[in-house]
Structure formats: C-alpha cells, structure tokens
C-alpha cells in the first residue's frame, strides 16, 4: 500500500492525495482513494476533494430495492466513525486495499474541507455501467456534499466516494 499526501495552496484551501493502490483517475478529483488499474495519481482544478473506493470490474448490475436502505446504513457507520462495519461491507477486492484506517483519515479530511456532519437528504438510485450506484446529499457545516456508494449484485460495497456536489455518475 502507498500512502501519499501533499499540499497544495489554491487560492487558501489545502488540497490532499491518499492513495491506497493505482488509481482509476475521476476528472473531479482532488482526494482519492481507490483501488484501479490505472497506475497514478492526478489532481485536478477540482475545488473540493473527493473520497473514491471503487474495484476495477465493470458490471452491469440491476437495480435492487434495499440498495437505499444499505447506501444509508452504511453513512451512519461512517458517521459514528464504525469504519470495521463499513470495510465489512467491501467486496473481497476492495476488503483487502483498503482499510479502515484509512476510511477514517479519507472521511477527516473530507470534514476539514467541507465541515462538519449534519445531516443527509434522500437517497437517489441511479444507474451505471460499474453497478447499482445510491447517492445521498449531505449537509455539512462548511458547505454541502455528496455521499456516493456502488453495489454489485450480492449488495457488497464496490465503491465508496465522499464527493462535492455535482460530481456525474461515471
């Protein structure tokens, strides 16, 4: 595993890097964390930073109806910081890249660009080629965000994104 972080002054906000494995490059990113076959890390002109486990199979999965419900039970363990809960929700893939640990220090900093948990709005299923995808906005004390998981078709965890708003579904 690599662990990388740096600094970057744009206009005064500080931008950060995890990388947990080679990454698959999200044109918004700004932090990333993320099991890919895509070797590297690019940063972006992207004002907010971005969270992104995500294994690299592309499926097509159809839509299933408790997706919702897992997408928000998952956030509250994010929430109350039970990142052992939420890793054991990866598929095998991701289950073994990426660590709770590491969960914690993505979810941190993405707090310190955006602040503070406050609360959510309602879940959105949308459909993608890389699965059954739920997004749930979040109110946060700086400014909103996003909150971005994919499903393959058991109902494991094949991506996890803490986003800035507006981020397409790829």
């Known amino acids: 595993m690599v662990l990388m972080c740096g600094k970057g002054a744009t206009r005064g906000r500080k931008r950060r890097v995890v990388q947990v494995v080679p990454a698959a490059v999200l044109a918004s990113s700004a932090l990333l964390l993320t099991s890919g076959s895509t070797p590297g890390v690019a940063m972006t002109h992207a004002p907010a930073e971005v969270a992104r486990v995500m294994a690299p199979a ?91 998981v994919t499903f393959d078709a058991d109902g494991r965890l094949t991506g996890l994104y803490f986003l800035r708003t507006g981020v397409p579904v790829p």
């Not at 289950?95 to 590491?102: K, T, V």
């Open 58 to 148: 592309v499926m097509t999965v159809p839509a299933r109806a408790d997706d919702e419900r897992l997408a928000l039970d998952t956030l509250e363990e994010v929430v109350r910081g039970d990142f052992t809960a939420v890793s054991n929700r990866f598929d095998e893939t991701i289950r073994h890249q990426a660590s709770p640990e590491s969960l914690a220090t993505s979810w941190k900093d993405y707090q310190e660009q955006f602040g503070a948990y406050r609360s959510h709005g309602d879940p959105q299923q949308v459909a993608s080629l890389q699965g059954t995808v739920v997004n749930v906005p979040l109110r946060m004390a700086k400014r909103p965000g996003e909150f971005r």
